[in-house]
Nanobody
Framework: QVQLVESGGGLVQAGGSLRLSCAAS????????MGWFRQAPGKERAFVAA????????YYADSVKGRFTISRDNAKNTVYLQMNSLKPEDTAVYYC?????????????????WGQGTQVTVSS
């Protein structure tokens, strides 16, 4: 089992920044690719960003490319999502997730473990 706990969400004005963190425990963190997903009210959960176990491969959704940065610190068992130039449409609950898979890590179905989510609200 892997336990994931997100933090860093909150209320920010459009154009502002937030950094989300996801702390993992329970298994060897470096064995897992990590992803961030988000779910806005009335919408399906959507891919945001993903990073391979060693950080060498990174993917972003087109909607966040150039504004968000995913990173990880395997020594701290933590993955981060730096969010800049936030827009009201970024408002959602953000979830981190872990998978032992190395391919197709943009897909929510590839992930085995999920955090409880952290709310991000961007006001206009």
């Amino acid at each position: 089992q892997v336990q994931l706990v997100e933090s860093g969400g909150g209320l920010v004005q459009a154009g502002g920044s937030l950094r989300l963190s996801c702390a993992a425990s329970g298994r060897t963190f470096s064995n897992y690719a990590m992803g961030w997903f988000r779910q806005a009210p009335g919408k399906e959960r959507a891919f945001v960003a993903a990073i391979s176990w060693d950080g060498s491969i990174i993917y972003y959704a087109d909607s966040v490319k150039g504004r968000f940065t995913i990173s990880r610190d395997n020594a701290k068992n933590t993955v981060y999502l730096q969010m800049n130039s936030l827009k009201p449409e970024d408002t959602a609950v953000y979830y981190c997730a872990a998978t032992v898979q190395h391919n197709y890590i943009l897909l929510a179905g590839r992930y085995d473990y999920w955090g409880q989510g952290t709310q991000v609200t961007v006001s206009s």
